[in-house]
């Protein structure tokens, strides 16, 4: 079955650099949320989007910005790069709402970002 | 807002042992609960979920989780591990939302690592 598609899987940057970074959802999947993860920490939702519109907004710097776009697929965009922005950063999606409940949020395998 | 909190930062156990992970939330409204599982340097993969029903939750690999409301609780268990389930393991809440909408953001817990040793 196909699954979420992140990339680049690596990406190392210098400090005041500009990274972006690209999550292609399942297909079908209009949903599409962002995670960063730390070292050693729990992933921490930054951002979402749901039918090209953002959704929800957590604890993501307003170095940082996102959209998707027609074709469901959503960027991240990162400048002014920090020390402290090297994480895992993961995108997850989910398939339209349909019943009572949530869908289950699949994961990408995550892109690592270092920032030297 | 809802929290979190596994009570095992890391748990060893022998191969064929039981194992228990631990995970309480605390949450002003009603939520639905899940448990991930990461590999090393791999994504975040669901084990199992509970929305409502049996409070009895059986998900993938043997794994199974109960929830309890009224110690706002959902632990994750296995009667008998193998070394392949070595990984870190997070509990997650989710906001039930009244309208039922699809979006909303996972929040997680520290995370437990699982060490399996033979």
């Known amino acids: 079955a196909a699954g979420v598609i992140q990339s680049p899987r690596h990406l190392i940057k210098e400090k005041r650099e500009t990274a972006t970074l690209k999550c292609y959802p399942i297909?079908?999947?209009?949903?599409v949320y962002w995670y960063q993860q730390g070292p050693g920490q729990d992933p921490q939702f930054l951002i979402s989007?749901?039918?090209?519109?953002?959704?929800d907004k957590g604890s993501i710097p307003d170095r940082f910005s996102a959209q998707q776009f027609s074709d469901y697929h959503s960027e991240l965009n990162m400048s002014s790069l920090e020390l402290g922005d090297s994480a895992l950063y993961f995108c997850?999606?989910?398939?339209?709402?349909?019943?009572?409940?949530?869908?289950?949020?699949?994961f990408g395998p995550g892109t690592r970002l270092t920032v030297l | 807002a809802q929290s979190v909190t596994q009570l095992d930062s890391q748990v060893p156990v022998f191969e064929e042992a039981p194992v228990e992970l631990r995970c309480n939330y605390s949450?002003?409204?009603?939520?639905?609960l899940f448990w991930y599982v990461q590999y090393p340097n791999q994504g975040l993969q669901l084990l199992l979920k509970?929305?409502?029903?049996?409070?009895l939750v059986k998900g993938i690999n043997g794994f199974e989780a109960e929830f309890n409301k009224s110690q706002t609780s959902f632990h994750l268990r296995k009667p008998s591990v193998h070394i392949s389930d070595t990984a870190e393991y997070f509990c997650?809440?989710?906001?039930?939302?009244?309208?039922?909408?699809?979006?909303?953001?996972?929040?997680f817990g520290q995370g437990t690592i699982l060490t399996v040793h033979p």
């Open positions: 997850a999606s989910s398939r339209p709402f349909q019943g009572s409940f949530p869908d289950t949020q699949y």
């Open positions: 297909p079908r999947h209009d949903t």
């Open positions: 989007f749901y039918e090209k519109m953002q959704s």
């Open positions: 949450s002003s409204v009603s939520v639905y």
């Open positions: 509970y929305l409502s029903g049996s409070t």
């Open positions: 997650a809440v989710k906001k039930a939302n009244a309208g039922g909408t699809s979006y909303g953001k996972l929040t």
